[in-house]
């Protein structure tokens, strides 16, 4: 049975917070796995929340039903992937190809259209909060989600986002990925078992290891931009071929003077959309 800590609203509220933390600090992390367990958290606290007023307005206790429970936390994971991609019908397919494994045809049909209504609710609001914000500056949403090309300046019939000689590239880096990705699985699983072991059960050192981590990824960041410290001129109009609606390059100055920029601190510091925008 799964720990009932994993989905509490608890974990929820620390992981928003450490995913806001993280993020804001520039740690080598994505927000679209942590956006998945969020959604999935918030809702089995939903979940929870309508048990305990039904139970308090009724005076019976509800049943355990764990054939609802997973449905909830399923259709809070999609909104949570549509909600940081903006694509409501990526987290209707993300469902159905990774967690939806005990549907049977009338499920498909009852409970992934309920999932469709709950994925499309979620894009909405996101779109709504982008929209609401963008215009005046206040928030930049460019390192909270991954942008449409609508949201931009430029539409993507007036810039060229790739060509078909860089298709075998692609085949190339998947490849890569892939094999590099099924070593990074193999990696944090080992390092999983290990942060469950007794030694690592306690507050003082589940504190030192966040705290290492952060220190790591600093100091990595930090050398490396620190030893090649190559500055160049900041272009005044950007001429280089963008990612899909990822929007202008990101120029770190560092410690370059004034107008230039550090390559290396573009590359570290701009996070993982913005690494792409420059190697494009």
Request: hydrophobic fraction near 45%; glycine fraction near 8%; aromatic fraction near 10%.
């Amino acid at each position: 049975m799964t720990d009932s800590k994993l989905l509490s609203a608890k974990t929820m509220i620390v992981k928003m917070t450490a995913t806001v933390l993280a993020l804001s600090g520039g740690l080598a992390i994505g927000r679209e796995g942590p956006a998945i367990h969020i959604g999935a958290c918030i809702g089995n606290v939903i979940n929870d929340l309508i048990d305990k007023f039904v139970e308090w307005k009724t005076g019976t206790i509800v049943p355990f039903d764990g054939h609802v429970k997973s449905n909830v936390v399923m259709m809070g994971s999609a909104a949570g992937f549509a909600s940081a991609f903006r694509a409501p019908i990526g987290g209707m397919l993300y469902t159905v190809e990774e967690i939806a494994t005990h549907w049977d045809i009338k499920e498909h049909m009852q409970v992934g259209s309920q999932t469709f209504v709950v994925v499309a609710v979620a894009a909405f609001v996101i779109d709504s909060l982008v929209r609401a914000t963008t215009n005046t500056g206040s928030v930049s949403f460019s390192s909270i989600i991954i942008y449409d090309a609508d949201t931009q300046k430029n539409s993507l019939s007036e810039i060229e986002v790739y060509r078909y000689d860089d298709i075998p590239g692609f085949f190339i880096i998947a490849v890569i990925c892939g094999v590099l990705g099924g070593f990074y699985t193999k990696a944090c699983l080992k390092l999983y078992k290990f942060r469950k072991s007794e030694m690592m059960n306690q507050t003082w050192i589940k504190i030192l290891d966040a705290c290492f981590v952060a220190a790591l990824s600093a100091a990595i960041f930090g050398v490396v931009t620190l030893i090649w410290r190559e500055c160049k001129h900041i272009p005044g109009s950007d001429s280089h071929r963008v990612l899909s609606g990822a929007g202008d390059r990101n120029f770190v100055e560092f410690d370059c003077p004034k107008g230039q920029y550090s390559q290396e601190a573009s590359l570290s510091l701009s996070g993982e959309e913005g690494v792409i925008r420059h190697l494009l």
